[in-house]
């Protein structure tokens, strides 16, 4: 049974930092191109970062480039999200996704296997 299980969110304030994990299990995560999405209220599910198999050429959404960081550890089964200098239009459920055999799409439906989420809430 494949699971994807978001961890590290919560409340801040504008220009603080979070890291965001998600663990995997139940596929071959070394194979799995891995990529957060996220989505505020009322908004449709935007591309955040993706990073492919072997962890180089990531893809970053122009909206977060330069503050946060995709970064994988394949011993781990693990995929993370470094977020800085955070901004109150940061706030949304952020979620982990995995493509088996992808190469780090921007686009969700490439996908297959999605988490539950986490929250992010930035205050200014």
């Known amino acids: 049974q494949v699971q994807l299980v978001e961890s590290g969110g919560g409340m801040v304030q504008a220009g603080d930092s979070l890291r965001l994990s998600c663990a995997a299990s139940?596929?071959?995560?070394?194979?799995?191109?891995m990529a957060w999405f996220r989505q505020a209220p009322g908004k449709e599910r935007e591309f955040v970062a993706a990073i492919p198999r072997s962890g180089g050429n990531t893809n970053y959404a122009d909206s977060v480039k330069g503050r946060f960081t995709i970064s994988r550890d394949n011993a781990k089964n693990t995929v993370y999200l470094q977020m800085n200098s955070l901004k109150p239009e940061d706030t949304a459920v952020y979620l982990c996704?995995?493509?088996?055999w992808g190469a780090g799409t921007v686009v969700s439906a490439a996908y297959e296997y999605w988490g539950q989420g986490t929250q992010v809430t930035v205050s200014s």
């Open positions: 139940g596929f071959t995560f070394s194979i799995a191109a």
């Open positions: 996704a995995a493509d088996i």
